[in-house]
């Protein structure tokens, strides 16, 4: 039979979904004020981690998962969901596909720190003078997490001979020649630049705090495109503000949006943008292309790709 896919993706996936040989019956429901209060029809569900998702009640609403075999989410981690999302369905993620975006935004952040582009603009013959800039050689980069998104950003940073220091929760099965395993102690103390790039849970949870920061090397250059809990944002504004902390680029912070006047926003050692490193042109494509693969799977009655395990938060 064909498979009924409620989809609230985007017509972009939809119809790529329609296309499918399997020719499924697509249902787009792009705003859905209940995400998980589905067509009864449906097999599947494609979701993201739209604000429902977090309001969503504490208990498995009566008739979940309904005819639901499968569950599709756009982003690798899945804090956003309810815990009763794996009750009698499986659930995949969409792992990797942003890791390219968001690590050519690490290099860009870190880049900006050290040329300064926008600073150093001349706009007069008066600002035509010596200004020293910093580089990315030899520089030492840590890399809190070392999954699809730690190992794209490590492959880029080799390409400007940093110095490349990962933790990761995991063991190291295999190891890239050009990045030494490390803990998190032993990093920060060295680290010109650090990205957290962890999903959040409950031992990640302010992973970044006052105790480590007190062990930063003078002037760190931060980079959070994990999630906002990973960091004690009341830690990091008294780093910042002591020095400790030379600047912090977020991407992501807690809560999303930041309250107005909140003194994150406006920093000198600051840099927020909203949540967005992941975004690229071909990010739907790619995003598509892994549902696809999947679908086909799912037809095929093999196991599918990137399954998450009930209790774990990616």
């Not at 942003?98 to 690590?103: K, N, T």
């Not at 008066?126 to 794209?152: C, H, M, N, S, V």
Request: charged share 20%; aromatic share 6%; proline share 9%.
């Amino acid at each position: 039979m064909c498979p009924v896919i409620v989809n609230q993706l985007g017509p972009e996936i939809g119809k790529r979904l329609a296309a499918h040989p399997s020719r499924p019956v697509v249902v787009d429901d792009e705003t859905p004020a209940a995400p998980w209060e589905v067509d009864p029809r449906a097999d599947i569900l494609l979701t993201r981690a739209f604000p429902a998702w977090r309001a969503a009640p504490m208990e498995t609403p009566a008739g979940w998962p309904g005819n639901l075999r499968w569950v599709q989410t756009m982003s690798a981690g899945m804090d956003a969901y309810p815990k009763w999302m794996w009750s009698g369905t499986v659930v995949s993620s969409g792992r990797g596909v942003a890791a390219v975006p968001i690590a050519e935004y690490v290099m860009a952040a870190m880049l900006a720190r050290e040329k300064r582009i926008e600073s150093i603009s001349a706009h007069a013959p008066e600002d035509w003078k010596e200004i020293k800039l910093g580089r990315l050689e030899g520089a030492t980069l840590g890399l809190i997490g070392y999954g699809a998104i730690g190992r794209a950003i490590a492959r880029r940073a080799a390409a400007f001979d940093m110095r490349i220091l990962a933790v990761r929760r995991g063991p190291w099965t295999e190891q890239e020649a050009s990045v030494e395993p490390c803990t998190l102690q032993d990093m920060i103390g060295q680290a010109d630049h650090v990205v957290v790039a962890l999903p959040s849970t409950a031992e990640t949870h302010h992973i970044i705090n006052a105790s480590v920061l007190a062990l930063a090397k003078p002037g760190l250059h931060l980079i959070n495109v994990g999630r906002g809990d990973l960091v004690d944002q009341q830690a990091l504004l008294a780093a910042l503000n002591a020095g400790r902390v030379g600047f912090a680029t977020l991407d992501v912070t807690d809560p999303e949006p930041l309250p107005a006047g909140h003194p994150l926003y406006n920093h000198p050692r600051a840099r927020i943008t909203p949540h967005i490193s992941w975004s690229d042109p071909a990010f739907l494509e790619r995003l598509g292309s892994k549902i696809t693969i999947n679908l086909d799977r799912y037809q095929a009655r093999l196991p599918l790709f990137d399954v998450i395990e009930p209790g774990r938060d990616y």
